[in-house]
């Protein structure tokens, strides 16, 4: 599909079938999502895949209630940046942004991976409440990594609807 009908189609799904997505098509979308780009091209994006029952037992119960049940079927991937790089030169940050930068990388890169799911006909929910502490410890994440959020990933189940958004003029000035 074109980008226009990509970014068309391209909801948040909160219910999701019983489907097991292939570990294969969880790496295409990774790979995909990897060539977003990132300050200095550090890519420093992170992805923890849970896509075991066990595995996705462990990450859902470090998220909310209804967060639980808004992403049960799917496989759950916990996105995370490596400290200290993106917006740093000599271990020193460039600007009073610092370490956002990492996360403004993971954002792209985050988005790029929601679009290729979609592209490979698979739906997702950007997660950002967690127990990122039971995450670290559950599946070993190092310390010098951002944990930012967990993203459900799989099919749909029912159809998903646009909501409204802002009008153009409403968020651009130009200058």
Do not use: C
């Amino acid at each position: 599909m074109d980008f226009k009908e990509l970014i068309e189609v391209r909801r948040s799904a909160r219910s999701y079938k019983e489907e097991q997505i292939k570990d294969e098509t969880i790496k295409e979308i990774i790979e995909e999502a990897l060539k977003a780009p990132s300050w200095k091209n550090s890519e420093t994006a992170r992805y923890y895949v849970a896509n075991t029952p066990e595995s996705i037992e462990k990450v859902a119960a470090a998220l909310p209630e209804f967060n639980r049940n808004s992403s049960k079927n799917a496989a759950l991937v916990v996105t995370t940046f490596v400290r200290d790089i993106s917006g740093f030169s000599a271990g020193v940050a460039e600007n009073e942004l610092s370490n956002k930068w990492g996360a403004y990388d993971l954002g792209l890169s985050n988005a790029y991976f929601i679009l290729a799911a979609k592209e490979h006909g698979l739906d997702t929910l950007i997660m950002g409440l967690r127990d990122a502490a039971a995450l670290r410890k559950d599946f070993g994440i190092p310390k010098n990594e951002q944990i930012t959020s967990v993203i459900a990933l799989g099919v749909a189940d029912g159809p998903l609807k646009m909501r409204p958004r802002k009008a153009v003029d409403e968020v651009t000035k130009f200058l």
